[in-house]
């Protein structure tokens, strides 16, 4: 694998970020205005972001903690908790102007049903840009304990038979994820409709936040979820359940949560976005180092990020899968990926079967045109123009990583996503 140079972030480097940043302090002071030192600088050094509880929110924890909002100008940036994705919507909706944010950790599906007045109130769109990538892997799809027995893996067949017992007797299955439509959605669907069972008739399908998923799983509210970490290796840890599946053992090196802004705000403000996704770039190649992982941990799990301990975090961020079956893996290839395997480039095909996939479900009429709304949302053009400034040459020769192949045989072709959808047994419309 090609090493793209890191960035060092040691004392002394970290010193002269904080010397960066009193200086970045003093002219805009003097210049209220907005001036920066360098150049035409960014537009305002003001920007509020959102974040959930989970390590993929990470870069832009990191790019706070370490001074590199500051690094490249962005001097008043706010990284603010979310308590959902719901939340994280809502907000997006209301703007900084309205006491709410301007862009945010997000499950990649989002900016676009946010775009498309899918998930908003009175069904309005908001335009949302996606900046980049926030990473690839790691997401979990977890089981309760008293599926021990069956040693749920890859295969959800195993369950079929249990949750159509469940059903017969008027108390169907709890499957879990955290927002219709994203992400972790789509990973339980798609697991669960390989092994034959329906997502949407066989089983209860309910919405979670994932900070609430180990807690909801020990009073029996739920039998399986899905969600990202640190909260399946929490519930091993607390010997409530295990984890069934990692999600890049089902789509290997899959994209998983992106950086967005809303697009209004990326509009005003165009340099001050690319400074934004600079300093989050640079905080995904920090994150990925295996030397700093351990600080990694220590640093999300503080009681203002996280509140989680940092056992919980650190494992799973070095690879090690402790799956709470007896399965033990010291080396994991699917552990998260922030930089590595062009984590952070959002490519455009991937945004093109999280798209498919939702019209697979219902969420988009099945005449979408995918590329249409993809040349409105993906704004890879300024994550290019980040990754040059940073002088990375090793960046994606196509906006597309091609043909993609999933645990069970089936294949996504980006220029063909009507195949994939005909290739598949269960699914919401012919």
């Not at 990925?288 to 600080?295: F, G, R, T, V």
């Not at 939702?358 to 045109?369: E, H, I, V």
């Given at each position: 694998m090609t090493r793209i140079p890191t960035p060092s972030l040691s004392r002394r480097s970290i010193l002269k970020t904080t010397a960066t940043a009193a200086l970045l302090t003093a002219v805009k002071a003097a210049f209220p205005g907005g001036a920066f030192a360098q150049g035409a600088g960014p537009e305002?050094?003001?920007?509020?972001?959102?974040f959930i509880a989970l390590t993929d929110s990470a870069p832009l924890i990191v790019a706070k903690e370490k001074g590199l909002f500051d690094k490249h100008g962005m001097t008043d940036v706010n990284v603010v908790k979310q308590a959902s994705w719901g939340t994280t919507r809502d907000n997006l909706?209301?703007?900084?102007?309205?006491?709410g944010i301007d862009g945010a950790h997000i499950l990649t599906p989002m900016p676009y049903l946010i775009s498309a007045?899918?998930?908003?109130?009175?069904n309005q769109p908001l335009p949302m840009s996606i900046l980049a990538r926030l990473n690839l892997d790691a997401q979990a799809i977890s089981v309760g304990s008293a599926y021990a027995d069956l040693k749920v893996g890859i295969d959800s067949?195993?369950?079929?038979?249990?949750?159509?017992?469940?059903?017969a007797e008027g108390a169907a299955a709890k499957v879990a994820m955290t927002f219709p439509g994203g992400t972790h959605d789509l990973w339980i669907r798609y697991w669960l409709a390989a092994g034959g069972i329906d997502p949407d008739t066989d089983v209860e399908t309910i919405v979670v936040p994932p900070p609430q998923m180990v807690a909801n799983m020990k009073v029996g509210t739920m039998d399986c979820f899905c969600v990202g970490e640190p909260w399946n290796a929490q519930l091993v840890n607390q010997g409530i359940g295990y984890t069934a599946v990692n999600t890049a053992e089902i789509w290997d090196k899959h994209p998983e949560k992106s950086f967005a802004m809303r697009s209004d705000w990326v509009e005003a403000n165009p340099n001050a976005a690319k400074a934004l996704t600079m300093a989050i770039m640079e905080?995904?190649?920090?994150?990925?180092?295996?030397?700093?992982?351990?600080?990694?941990?220590?640093?999300?799990?503080k009681r203002a990020w996280f509140n989680v301990p940092a056992k919980d975090i650190v494992g799973r961020l070095k690879g090690q899968y402790d799956y709470?079956?007896?399965?033990?893996?010291?080396?994991?290839?699917?552990?998260?990926?922030?930089?590595?395997?062009?984590?952070s480039y959002p490519y455009q095909s991937h945004d093109a079967w999280f798209l498919t996939e939702?019209?697979?479900?219902?969420?988009?009429?099945?005449?979408?045109?995918i590329k249409a709304l993809i040349s409105k949302v993906n704004r890879?053009?300024?994550?290019r123009a980040a990754a040059k400034d940073l002088g990375i040459t090793d960046v994606p020769a196509s906006t597309s990583r091609g043909v993609e192949t999933f645990f069970d045989g089936k294949t996504f072709d980006p220029a063909n996503p009507e195949a994939y959808l005909q290739s598949l047994s269960i699914k919401r419309f012919a």
């Open positions: 305002t050094t003001k920007a509020t972001l959102g909706v209301l703007g900084s102007a309205g006491n007045g899918k998930v908003t109130q009175n067949g195993v369950l079929k038979e249990v949750f159509a017992k469940k059903k905080a995904q190649q920090w994150c990925d180092d295996m030397a700093n992982k351990e600080e990694l941990a220590a640093i999300i799990g709470g079956n007896g399965k033990v893996v010291d080396q994991s290839p699917h552990l998260m990926k922030f930089w590595a395997d062009h984590a939702d019209m697979r479900w219902g969420k988009y009429a099945a005449d979408t045109d890879e053009d300024i994550w």
